[in-house]
């Protein structure tokens, strides 16, 4: 065999040398631009003789990328994420995209107990209400897209909220309400007993469809909305209701919109969600995105993650942050031209906890993304995502003109006037969500200890598409106003008419109107069970009922919300009062405050002076005074009440140190009884367990044993999440692990408190830190007295 030259033998090296410098000369360009930090560029423009071909705007073609002349498919989406595309795209065929079985029957089950109505004498007023609002609805999508795009910002508009749902999934959402009456609403000729309907209805119809076809049944999207009818808000802005009127009341519904199928056969995808008041009054209704096949499981060991902690950089002098920066960047560059990965580009996190976690998920809901790695390549991005070329990058391309969109945008999330709003919503200046530059984030040497890399998981995963708190997108990807995960028609105003349409009780109501209901038992707390209530509101108990409702300041207890006063020798409906407006408005972490500037704000947080109950249909929820605890303890002969679990817990526990401080419990003995209340630290499990691994844990005897007949256990149910607090924390999966819950502990003595409805109401109003996930005030306080209620019950009834 012929030997080789030197040269012909050093060319591989010097072509890799070659590669590397161009790569990192091409990072320093993208960084100093900040329009994007895409390491194409380093093929094309970093200096003569490093390539240049890569580095062409990739042409889009009907769904393919073309660079030049030659055209390739783009890579794939996820396994069976987004269906069939033609059927998507305009095909008649059922729809059955990945995770929609799951998704249906999870949301059935939670609602089973409320039965299902026909609706089919409907389905006409329905239909020709989505016409009518079709053109209203699409105008105003687009003026929501311009608004964006003005901004330098379409991956924004395209990454979450209705952008996402009209770019994935070719639907634009508009709401219908039938029943009642008022302007917004259809009328039913026949009234039916005061139910109102709340229809989501894709207007365009044509592309996404859900109607019965080749494919079978009929198959809706796995897409989560949150619903909420709450009384409607007055000339001022403030909620219509009791507070001061001493005889009115009024009632709010929460929870999510089912699958509809239109009897007709119109194959065009609708939601419904129904609620029955017996207040009446005027209601309004609002609807908003929360998730995209959100039952989806994961696999972390797919993540194949390495870590490679970087702590020196040979040949950098410096003991500051800037050579471990260096060091990363270098680790960056080999990584991309070792795979051959021309374009990559950062991902700038908030409140990472876990960043091998976060920036795989990141790369696996990133179409066409083979690899990431943490931290990324520019200061303050927690990630690096790594693609085979620009063009596989479709989340940052422009189907229209065939440009890569970059990072940059022309605002800096300070201030910013908008002349598009969601209806009824008055004209005002807001405050954005804020840039990686506008802010200090946490970023120090320690993030380096523990560099590392991985792939994506390659895997149907879940899309959180609400503008709440998210550890990926609040800095990454943000809602540029926090309504733009609304569907439009959101607002509308219902009448409920005074007294309300004869009718049916709500379903599980036993008794006639007006007769003493049933205690709740335990079988009242399974999920199925777990939207059978409603919010009722009472007038606001005058002066000599109950003392001032000021801030609790005399009960210890670590608590960092708002907590009224409540007094021992009080009736205990006192303890039910509550001041709205002063709840979740301070920061336990750095950078919160951008969030709480940033977030939606409904007429419930003007209510300074609120009093009101959960109420279950069909059975009661006994309120517990302090005399009526004091004796449940002497007689059940309890010696201890702990409450357990992580920062829920924390929440629980200020309530439960309020009501029980002048408590006297028995010496603890051989025949006493130990209370637990524990929240089995419910966000933690979402976030780092699949269902296969969550299963093996309750099974497991170590981590759950049997209760002994010592001890009541009580746990308590995941909360309704309207955020993305960490990656796969979410309200589908608190609804899916609260089930596991309850099948498996169940049988080993574990009692259930269902708090799933409860807090649903009040998911974007008390909850701490506007993070959508740790929700205080009245869906805290029901925990507590659930508790109670089963605790003693047999006591007391």
């Excluded at 396994?79 to 998704?103: C, H, I, L």
């Excluded at 309907?197 to 494919?215: K, L, W």
């Excluded at 390549?377 to 927690?382: G, L, M, P, Q, V």
């Excluded at 609790?552 to 670590?558: N, P, Y």
Aim: one cysteine or more; proline letters at 7%.
């Amino acid at each position: 065999m012929p030997r080789r030259g030197l040269g012909a033998r050093c060319r591989p090296y010097l072509a890799a040398v070659l590669g590397l410098v161009c790569l990192i000369q091409g990072i320093f360009i993208a960084e100093r631009q900040y329009l994007s930090d895409d390491l194409a560029a380093a093929f094309g423009a970093a200096s003569p003789g490093c390539g240049g071909s890569e580095a062409r705007p990739a042409r889009i073609v009907d769904g393919a990328t073309a660079v030049g002349n030659a055209t390739a498919s783009p890579r794939p989406v996820g396994v069976g994420d987004f269906g069939d595309a033609t059927t998507a795209r305009g095909g008649t065929a059922a729809w059955r995209p990945a995770g929609s079985d799951e998704w249906r029957e999870q949301w059935a089950h939670a609602y089973s107990s409320l039965g299902v109505r026909s609706t089919g004498p409907d389905d006409g007023l329905v239909l020709s209400g989505a016409d009518s609002l079709r053109d209203e609805t699409l105008a105003g999508l687009a003026s929501m897209e311009r608004r964006y795009e003005e901004a330098d910002a379409l991956p924004d508009f395209r990454a979450r909220g209705l952008g996402w749902v009209e770019d994935r999934l070719g639907m634009v959402l508009a709401v219908v309400v039938v029943g009642g009456s008022g302007k917004d609403a259809a009328p039913r000729p026949d009234g039916d007993g005061g139910r109102v309907s709340v229809y989501v209805v894709d207007v365009v119809g044509n592309r996404t469809r859900c109607g019965p076809g080749d494919g079978g049944p009929a198959t809706h999207p796995p897409l989560t909305m949150w619903v909420r009818a709450s009384p409607a808000a007055d000339a001022s802005g403030a909620a219509s209701g009791p507070s001061g009127s001493g005889e009115a009341s009024a009632e709010m519904f929460a929870g999510t919109a089912l699958p509809h199928e239109f009897g007709n056969g119109d194959p065009r995808c609708a939601w419904r969600y129904d609620f029955e008041p017996r207040t009446a009054g005027a209601y309004s209704v609002h609807v908003k995105l929360l998730t995209y096949n959100g039952f989806a499981d994961f696999d972390p060991e797919r993540c194949n993650a390495n870590v490679q902690g970087l702590r020196r950089v040979p040949g950098v002098d410096g003991d500051g942050i800037e050579p471990l920066e260096e060091a990363n960047r270098r680790r960056v560059a080999e990584l991309a031209i070792r795979n051959n990965w021309t374009h990559t580009r950062g991902v700038s996190g908030f409140k990472m906890y876990s960043p091998n976690d976060a920036c795989c998920e990141a790369c696996t809901r990133a179409r066409g993304c083979r690899a990431w790695t943490t931290p990324g390549s520019r200061h303050y991005d927690n990630c690096q995502l790594f693609f085979d070329r620009v063009e596989d990058d479709l989340d940052f391309a422009d189907g229209r003109t065939g440009h890569y969109l970059g990072r940059g945008r022309s605002y800096t999330f300070t201030k910013q006037t908008f002349g598009y709003v969601e209806r009824r919503r008055r004209l005002q200046e807001r405050r954005l969500a804020v840039a990686p530059d506008d802010i200090k984030k946490p970023w120090g040497p320690d993030m380096f200890k523990n560099a590392a890399h991985g792939t994506s998981r390659s895997e149907s995963t879940a899309y959180f598409l609400g503008c709440g708190w998210s550890s990926l997108m609040s800095f990454e990807s943000p809602c540029h106003d926090p309504s733009d995960d609304m569907v439009h028609g959101s607002g509308v105003r219902v009448q409920v008419g005074s007294p309300p349409p004869p009718g049916p009780a709500p379903p599980g109501e036993e008794r006639p109107e007006g007769a003493e209901r049933r205690p709740c038992t335990l079988e009242d707390e399974r999920v199925s069970n777990s939207f059978a209530g409603r919010w009722v509101q009472y007038p606001f108990p005058d002066d000599e009922t109950c003392s001032a409702l000021v801030q609790d300041r005399k009960t210890k207890a670590d608590f960092r919300d708002f907590r009224a006063e409540y007094l021992d020798d009080e009736p205990p409906l006192c303890w039910h009062r509550d001041d709205i407006s002063r709840h979740a408005n301070t920061c336990v972490e750095p950078g919160c405050q951008w969030v709480l500037n940033h977030r939606w704000k409904t007429s419930l947080r003007k209510q300074d002076r609120w009093y009101g109950r959960w109420e279950q249909y069909g059975c009661n929820v006994m309120d517990v005074s302090t005399a009526d605890l004091q004796k449940c303890v002497d007689e059940r002969r309890i010696s201890k009440i702990e409450v357990r679990g992580a920062s829920i817990a924390e929440i629980l526990d200020g309530y439960m140190i309020q009501r029980t401080h002048g408590i006297k419990f028995v010496k603890e003995g051989g025949n006493t009884l130990t209370a637990i209340l524990d929240t089995l630290k419910f966000p933690h499990l979402l976030w780092h367990n699949s269902v296969a691994r969550q299963r093996s844990l309750f099974e497991d005897d170590a981590q759950f044993p049997p209760v002994p007949p010592t001890v009541e256990h009580y746990w308590v149910s995941g909360f309704y999440i309207t955020s993305e607090r960490e990656p796969h924390t979410h309200v589908d999966r608190s609804l899916q692990f609260t089930r596991l819950a309850e099948e498996i502990l169940g049988e080993r003595g574990y009692r259930p408190i269902n708090v799933l409805g409860p807090t649903a109401a009040f998911a974007y109003d008390t909850d701490g830190q506007a993070d959508g996930l740790h929700i205080s005030g009245p869906p805290a306080k029901v925990a507590v007295q659930k508790f109670f209620h089963h605790l003693c019950r047999d006591v007391l009834a």
